[in-house]
């Protein structure tokens, strides 16, 4: 079997490739995203550098870090939104850096997106907002589209609010509406980017039953982004935590809680006293910082950067 190097596309000023077949590989363990050697930039700025970690398949990930860490980044370098500099991502065994647009269009018919203000046409209905993915990806008739538009809404308790606009609802029913409608497809990953955003803390506590609920009743695999540390404790299998560019540690929750790395106690904890500064920018310069072996305790399939 081709490691994943074998097949790695690096996109940088000195070596420039044409776009090729997606060849098929297995990640490492079970993984359904695998990240490897990932540096992403913005002119001088690097946001992401030489991170690598594998998503274990049909759990829930979350990746934290303080605010300005990368982290809404990083889901868009895995859906192929943007190109990393360097490294590969193989979504169920699939490159998509490097690799033809079809390709990659191909290969994000797999994700599900809830963004964090639900991202809602604001002049469709909330069933009209379920249903749309379905009337543009797939050719279901009405009736299907509305046998699947209330079997979701019903696991997101809006079955009797689908007739109204998103202006005329709460921010949470946006959120769950959201969800509903990233469900639609059957994707096999959904991505949450910062989920919680503007919800007040039993809201989030609610979307957090209902963030468990769905990932038990349909079996995908969850990845989110986010920086709250109550959220992730409630709905989380495993943790990464990204600090000045890079990946610090990646595991299991209960490994990552008893870690004894001095980032990951200060950010669960919610210390001000540690590595962790105010000014994450200040601190950080140019990204360069010193390498540090990431910590992957409990993760199958898991490797350091």
Not at 261 to 276: K, N, S, W
Request: charged content about 20%.
């Amino acid at each position: 079997m081709a490691s994943w190097r074998q097949s790695q596309t690096v996109i940088g000023p000195a070596t420039r490739q044409m776009p090729v077949a997606a060849p098929r590989e297995e990640p490492a363990g079970d993984a359904i995203i695998s990240i490897r050697n990932v540096t992403k930039s913005f002119g001088s700025h690097t946001v992401l550098r030489d991170v690598t970690f594998d998503v274990p398949r049909g759990k829930t990930t979350a990746i934290m870090g303080p605010s300005g860490t990368g982290k809404s980044v990083m889901l868009k370098v895995i859906i192929g939104l943007l190109k990393p500099e360097q490294g590969q991502i193989l979504v169920d065994g699939e490159p998509i850096v490097g690799v033809r647009d079809k390709d990659v269009f191909r290969i994000r018919r797999k994700f599900g997106v809830l963004f964090q203000d639900g991202a809602l046409f604001g002049s469709m209905s909330l069933y009209d907002n379920i249903a749309f993915p379905m009337r543009e990806h797939t050719s279901k008739t009405e009736r299907e589209i509305r046998g699947v538009v209330l079997q979701k809404a019903e696991l997101v308790g809006l079955v009797d609010h689908l007739s109204k606009l998103p202006g005329e609802v709460s921010g949470g029913m946006r959120k769950r509406a959201g969800l509903a409608r990233a469900l639609v497809l059957e994707p096999k990953i959904i991505l949450f980017d910062e989920p919680d955003s503007g919800l007040d803390p039993v809201r989030v506590a609610y979307l957090d039953d209902l963030v468990n609920t769905a990932q038990h009743e349909t079996g995908a695999t969850f990845f989110v982004i986010t920086h709250n540390i109550q959220s992730v404790m409630r709905t989380a299998d495993y943790m990464g935590l990204l600090f000045r560019s890079r990946l610090v540690a990646f595991g299991s929750k209960a490994s990552m809680s008893s870690s004894g790395d001095p980032i990951v106690r200060q950010f669960l904890a919610g210390q001000a006293e540690g590595p962790i500064g105010m000014d994450e920018m200040a601190e950080s310069g140019d990204g360069q910082g010193a390498a540090r072996p990431v910590v992957t305790a409990g993760a199958p399939g898991a490797t350091g950067a």
